[in-house]
């Protein structure tokens, strides 16, 4: 299955990351509770649908991340 990772959101569009480039999608056409981050595949019947799974992985992982950065970066400055 085949991810859009929703970047940003520019009027009536939505500007989504997928494996090979950036894509723009219209807004009307996705579920309403989207927001910048949401993970996004398009099922067999041509509907969108946000990956809720997926989605919580992606923000575990980064949240992971910006704390191993900020721990890493309060070691540096006790050094």
């Known amino acids: 299955m085949s991810h859009w990772i929703i970047d940003r959101m520019e009027g009536n569009w939505v500007v989504c990351e997928k494996e090979d ?3 723009r999608l ?5 579920p309403e509770k989207i927001r ?3 993970c996004l595949f398009l099922d067999e ?4 649908h946000i990956d809720e799974e997926e ?5 575990q992982k ?3 991340k910006l704390r191993a950065l900020f721990h890493q970066s309060e070691e ?3 050094q």
Do not use: F, P, V, Y
């Open 55 to 59: 989605t919580c992985r992606r923000r």
């Open 36 to 38: 910048e981050g949401d």
């Open 45 to 48: 019947e041509g509907n969108w």
């Open 21 to 23: 480039g950036i894509a």
């Open 26 to 30: 219209d807004r009307t056409a996705l």
């Open 62 to 64: 980064a949240a992971q």
């Open 76 to 78: 540096e400055k006790a």
